[in-house]
């Protein structure tokens, strides 16, 4: 059978998805109607439509799209999201509002739906509510805040009906700038504030564009030219003073930095920009400072992280510096990827001598949350003052020395970049189901099982679901996504789990399982040992242990995968984690699988299975 055959829905969305990341939106199109054709409540399928309707400006099809996507998955946040952006940009300003509504009922941690919902309210005019939105929307990401205040200016100024042909000139402007054509940019932002004199939009792009062609003088007026427009825009003096510091100019930055902090002193940036001009002062101290000031305005600001890491480590700091390093991510890490949504912190124990507190910090990844715990301990010096005691990983330094690798590799030759590799008439990998198991959970039913490659090459799989009614009607369908270990050597057996969201098991009279496989280029290399594994009871029901990369190269990011067994070799359980530190060579890295508490009393056997991503190369 053809590797990717005519009736495989996921096929023709990985292929789409190529085309759609290449430019070429028609046959990616094809490819995303045919998913549909295919499996009609393929939810995968109607959000890749959504996205490139969006980008192709069909804002109609992209809400028809979003809207099967609600139907089929009616708690989907990014559906309402996308959908309450196709319905602005078709000025439906009533259905805009209510999809952000429910994008932010649904998350509240969305900061982009409260940017885009106080625009909608700022083009109905309504100040008062769009404040509160942008209030909400910065408080919960700084970093938007120049974007929205820039839409909000040209908003503003698009109220004016004699600013019209000006916004023409400006909207140009603003497409050639986006392609870095700056000289054709100024030239339109020039003539936009020729029209209209008090264009403070068009001044800051063209100061921007002056900035990247290295003009900081005329970058210097422009900018002052938008203050003077703006008095109490926190982020024009950022930009202004940025410009300044490139034409070492300190004293000049610093006053600027001074005044960002003045017009809004909740703005993290401010606070990062003047501890960069302490910095160019060789005022470490104060520097510093002012990116923990960042930090306690903004604790999702990685710059100021980063940067603090970076002065505790040319003070000699050398464990706060790497306690920084460690908190944002090393070596390609799951973390260094990943962005802080939110922590806590509370108080453990505290006396005359020493204080212990510990601090939660949840971050949110490609392959979900990531949560992480730690104790920091505080200790009274003797004279009154207390310091920190940073903790961090240890990690051992290793003297060099040769791996042999000596492990099989399977390379593909395909006819070309240009061909598809789906009508190369490449027989797929055979693979096959060896066990299922199906769950009522308490929120979901959940379809566990095994499948192995029976092959004598490497496969890329995945497992296919569907829950059949009593009529033989597909309830709801799900895949695999990432509980599965995708790359299979030959002979390899991957547990599997695919979760059913809202439905439960006596609706369902039967499953339909589909495995899929490709053939892909792999190695057995790099090998990670998996030792000290130990199940632990209730309440800390999980599996732990130790990865040991025992290869000579890091490994960026591992999954784990564990399947767990009652005394009859039945699944009673797949799960997973992805550490958040890179397996370095030859160290050992904790892990720890989480097991629910009602299944953990019997577990009587287990497996783990571990793959691998690194930089250079996927396994």
């Known amino acids: 059978m053809p590797a990717n055959g005519p009736n495989n829905a996921n096929a023709y969305h990985h292929r789409g998805a190529i085309y759609a990341a290449r430019g070429d939106h ?37 809400i028809v799209a979003y809207s099967e996507v609600i139907g089929i998955l009616p708690d989907d946040v990014d559906a309402y999201y996308q959908r309450g952006n196709a319905h602005r940009y078709r000025k439906e300003p009533a259905a805009a509002i209510d999809d952000f509504t429910k994008a932010i009922r649904l998350y509240p941690q969305s900061a982009l739906a409260y940017g885009n919902r106080g625009l909608v309210y700022l083009e109905q005019g309504k100040e008062a509510d769009a404040k509160k939105d942008f209030d909400q929307c910065f408080k919960l990401s700084n970093r938007l805040r120049e974007g929205f205040e820039f839409q909000a200016e040209v ?48 001044y800051t792009s063209r100061a921007f564009s002056k900035t990247r062609k290295k003009d900081y003088e005329g970058a210097i007026q422009d900018y002052t030219k938008a ?38 002193p909740r703005n993290s940036e401010a606070y990062v920009f003047r501890a960069g001009v302490y910095f160019a002062r060789h005022q470490d101290d104060l520097a510093a400072t002012d990116y923990a000031k960042a930090i306690e305005v903004n604790p999702y600001d990685d710059d100021a992280f980063g940067n603090l890491g970076s002065i505790f480590l040319s003070a000699g700091e050398v464990e706060k510096a790497a306690f920084a390093r460690d908190l944002g991510g090393s070596n390609g890490s799951l973390r260094t990827y990943a962005t802080l949504e939110n922590f806590n912190v509370w108080g453990l124990h505290a006396d005359n001598q020493e204080a212990t507190v510990r601090a939660k910090l949840h971050y949110s990844t490609a392959v979900g949350p990531l949560d992480d715990v730690r104790d920091i301990k505080v200790r009274n010096d003797g004279s ?35 061909d598809d590799w789906g009508v190369q008439n490449v027989d797929s990998p055979q693979v096959r189901i060896v066990s299922m198991n199906a769950l009522q959970r308490p929120d979901r039913v959940v379809i566990l099982g095994e499948i192995v490659n029976e092959d004598t090459v490497p496969a890329y799989v995945n497992v296919n679901a569907a829950l059949l009614g009593p009529d033989g009607n597909p309830v709801a369908q799900e895949t695999s996504f990432d509980k599965i270990s995708h790359i299979l050597l030959p002979k390899q057996v991957s547990p599997f789990r695919i979760d059913f969201p809202a439905i439960r098991l ?107 991503y690194s930089s250079d190369r996927l396994r």
Request: glycine fraction near 6%.
């Open 384 to 418: 009154g003052t207390w310091k920190v005691v940073w903790p961090t990983s240890k990690v051992p330094k290793l003297a060099p020395q040769v791996i042999p690798v000596n492990y099989l590799r399977w390379d593909v030759i395909n006819r070309g970049a240009e």
């Open 506 to 612: 006596p609706d369902v009279d039967s499953v339909r399982l589909q495995p899929s496989s490709s053939l892909v280029a792999a190695s057995a290399d790099p090998v990670i040992g998996i030792e000290s594994q130990k199940l632990n009871p209730v309440p800390d029901s999980s599996l732990t242990g130790e990865l040991v990369n025992q290869s000579g190269q890091a490994v960026n990011v591992a999954h784990v995968l564990g399947t767990f067994y009652d005394n009859s070799g039945q699944i009673l359980w797949v799960a997973d984690q992805y550490p958040s530190a890179a397996l370095l060579p030859q160290t050992p890295s904790l892990f720890s699988i989480p097991i629910p508490a009602d299944i953990a009393n019997k577990v009587k056997n287990y497996r783990v299975v571990v793959s691998t």
């Open 26 to 62: 028609s046959k990616a199109l094809d490819d995303f109607v045919k998913v549909i054709e295919i499996d009609p409540k393929n939810f995968h399928g109607f959000q890749a439509l959504g996205e490139l309707m969006m980008a192709e400006h069909d804002f109609d099809r992209a």
């Open 155 to 202: 908003i503003r100024l698009n109220r004016d009906p004699g600013s019209a042909e000006a916004n023409h000139f400006f909207e140009a402007g603003l497409m050639q700038a986006e392609v870095e054509d700056d000289a054709r940019a100024i030239a339109n932002f020039t003539r936009a504030i020729e029209l209209n004199p008090k264009h403070s939009a068009a």
């Open 227 to 264: 203050i003077e427009l703006n008095p109490g825009h926190s982020v024009l003096y950022v930009s202004r003073g940025s410009a300044f510091l490139s034409l070492h100019n300190v004293d000049a930055a610093m006053g600027d930095a001074e005044k960002a902090i003045a017009a809004d």
